[in-house]
């Protein structure tokens, strides 16, 4: 920004002021969610924007629609299952990392009490997250209540959180506007400013329509603004206040790439210092899965699979004791049994039961990363043979995309005012920016009134940058292990009462059984202001202007790339690592903070700031932040 220093200094006096006790983030009232209307106006003002999808999108709207009433705050949600992997992502069972993160006074208030919402502490009844004393108590005659004591893993099914907090406590907010089923399409620049970002809502002709076909078979469709047999489309123009504030916090860093903003994405070569990246090389990804024991044997459905010869599955689980509770790893039994419950969803309730093994009636969630990374052949449902993220053009120097097909058609955008910024430039003063023609050629026209003609990139122009061949492959290998779980259990009968949940009102939300969308480790990231990103030698430096703090192991799901050797061989397992301020705020325009995984940071870093709590920390200070900055402008 133009005065960075001295506008940054006085913004962190605040957000420290807000940040330091935890519990006056956003604490948590009952309330009823506002009808969701999807119809909406072709224009909508906004003070801040939260482009979402993510952990930390939820917790930057929320933070910043609760810090001040009277700035209007707009969410962007791409699923209908708001809270990123909380929720449409499937990873519910929450990794606090070590110890430190697990204490109370290390969490946001508002996370404490979006997991207390839960029906009870653990509902899953899972031992994901078992670390030290807990990982020893483990034995199998462990019961559900003695475990608590000493393990602090919450699982849970979505729509128990979903409806028990997230919706509820959207709703508390007049201020806050929730645009779900919506994704970013281009930008529009005042100067140095944001000033308008575009979007498509979609809404489903039919009820199950919207989830019933696989994600790399309607991705491109989110992003046309026509209507298809799937959907009606609404195009959205998100216009910011003169001081408004974007908040970066997708799953694919749409807004970075389309504004002019510096990010990478991608491993840093050779060195983690490097600014160069190897745009092809991150980490696996995952479509996590919902498995429900019955109580008789249920069919097995004919599912696409893995092209043939499919590799061999296998997880790492199978050869650590945590799999095995109490044997160290030589009962293949209670191995299966130990899969089951690392990451259990929902549980029989008993907490008299075993801990350790499957009952009828549960229901289990599964993200496993296999062997692969122990160069070995087995893989879980992780897909380490394709990166999820197109590269896009993106230089070896660290900056944004130089050659992407629809740059001169962003280019072509910026500086059509719409009838909504005209009218305040002329109330404030301002010299106003005359519309431009649309050109046909490139852009769809959508007349909304004889007045009002809106510009929208054709689907080619912008479609989430997502490599369609990867997501199919992936979505196959997480069908392909539901198939080797169900055949690999201790006996045929037990295994043939194990059920892929395919209904949208229970498991993933979905009629083809897997997530929304899948469970992304990594994305592009933004490059600070000066080239500032948060590395791993950081790790256990406080710094001042720290926002946010994560406890973790370095944990890389291995693709099948060539990692430089600081990434197979670091120097430490990870630990302490406190985020700054100066990760949040991202280059390329005055009024563009970043949240979740899209913070500045080196892939390394992103290995550890990943978990649940930290992408709400970051969410959460990103919302302070953008609030804050609203009114200091003004």
């Given amino acids: 920004m133009r005065s960075s220093h001295c506008c940054w200094a006085l913004m962190l006096l605040v957000l420290s002021a807000s940040l330091t006790d935890c519990g006056s983030a956003h604490e948590t009232k009952h309330g009823n969610p506002q009808p969701t209307t999807l119809t909406v106006p072709l224009e909508v003002a906004c003070d801040v924007l939260v482009v979402g999808g993510s952990t930390a999108a939820l ?24 809270g990123g992997q909380l929720t449409s992502s499937g990873v519910t069972a929450i990794d606090y990392g070590y110890d430190l993160v697990r204490q109370p006074r290390n969490l946001p208030a508002s996370f404490r009490a979006m997991m207390a919402s839960l029906p009870s502490h653990n509902p899953g009844q899972c031992t994901v997250g078992c670390t030290g004393s807990c990982l020893h108590q483990k034995a199998a005659n462990t019961t559900a209540e003695a475990l608590v004591a000493t393990n602090a893993s919450q699982c849970y099914l979505p729509l128990s959180l979903l409806n028990n907090w997230i919706f509820p406590t959207l709703g508390e907010f007049p201020n806050l506007k929730v645009f779900l089923m919506t994704v970013p399409t281009s930008v529009e620049y005042t100067g ?21 076909t696989r994600l790399s078979q309607q991705l491109p469709d989110w992003y046309s603004p026509k209507d298809s047999a799937l959907f009606q489309k609404q195009p959205v123009a998100f216009v910011l206040s003169p001081h408004g504030f974007v908040i970066e916090a997708s799953e694919l860093g749409g807004v970075l790439v389309l504004s002019r903003a510096q990010w990478r994405q991608g491993v840093e070569v050779p060195t983690e210092q490097s600014n160069a990246t190897d745009a092809t090389c991150g980490t696996a990804f995952t479509y996590p899965l919902f498995l429900k024991l019955y109580e008789r044997a249920v069919p097995d459905p004919p599912l696409p699979l893995p092209p043939s010869p499919p590799r061999p599955y296998g997880i790492d689980g199978f050869r650590k004791p945590y799999c095995d509770p109490g044997t160290g790893g030589a009962n293949p039994s209670l191995r299966w049994h130990g899969m089951w419950t690392w990451r259990r969803a929902h549980g029989t309730g008993n907490a008299s039961e075993p801990i350790n093994l499957a009952k009828p009636g549960e229901i289990s969630q599964h993200n496993w990363n296999g062997n692969y990374s122990h160069f070995r052949t087995e893989e879980g449902n992780d897909y380490p043979r394709g990166y999820l993220l197109l590269p896009l053009g993106q230089n070896g120097s660290g900056h944004g995309p130089t050659a992407q097909p629809w740059r001169a058609e962003v280019e072509q955008v910026r500086g059509n005012a719409s009838p909504l910024q005209r009218q305040r430039q002329q109330q404030q003063g301002l010299p106003q920016q005359p519309r431009q ?3 046909t050629s490139q852009h769809q026209a959508h007349t909304t009134s004889p007045q009002t003609v809106t510009l929208t990139p054709t689907p080619t122009a912008w479609a989430g940058g997502v490599n369609l061949t990867s997501l199919d492959l992936a979505e196959r290998q997480a069908y392909g292990f539901y198939k080797w779980l169900r055949a690999s259990a201790p006996d045929e009968a037990l295994g043939s009462k194990v059920g892929l949940l395919r209904n ?21 990231r933004a490059v600070g202001h000066d080239g ?13 202007d720290r926002v946010a703090i994560v406890e973790y192991g ?25 985020v700054p301020l100066r990760a949040l705020v991202s ?18 870093a992103a290995s550890t700031t990943r978990l649940h709590p930290g992408e709400w920390a970051t969410g959460l200070a990103a919302g302070v932040a953008a609030s804050v900055a609203v009114d200091w402008v003004a």
Avoid at 504 to 521: C, E, I, Q, W
Avoid at 562 to 567: A, L
Wanted: with cysteine.
């Fill in 532 to 544: 500032y990103v948060l590395t791993a030698t950081e790790l256990g430096k406080r710094a001042a």
């Fill in 437 to 439: 023609s649309p050109p």
């Fill in 192 to 212: 140095s400013r944001l000033s308008m970002v575009h979007g498509v809502q979609r809404r489903a002709k039919h009820p199950a329509a919207a989830w019933t």
């Fill in 587 to 604: 280059s390329g325009a005055d009024n563009l903070l970043v949240a979740g995984k899209t913070i500045a940071q080196t892939f390394l």
């Fill in 59 to 82: 917790s930057a709207a929320l933070t910043a629609a609760n810090h001040s009433s009277e700035q209007t705050v707009c969410l962007t949600e791409p699923t209908d299952w708001p």
């Fill in 504 to 524: 949208v009102s229970d498991g993933a939300g979905t009629n083809h059984g897997l997530t929304k969308v899948p469970y992304v480790r990594d994305t592009r």
């Fill in 554 to 578: 370095f944990d890389v799901h291995r693709a099948a790339c060539s990692y430089p050797d600081y990434i197979l061989h670091p120097k430490a397992r990870g630990g302490k690592l406190y």
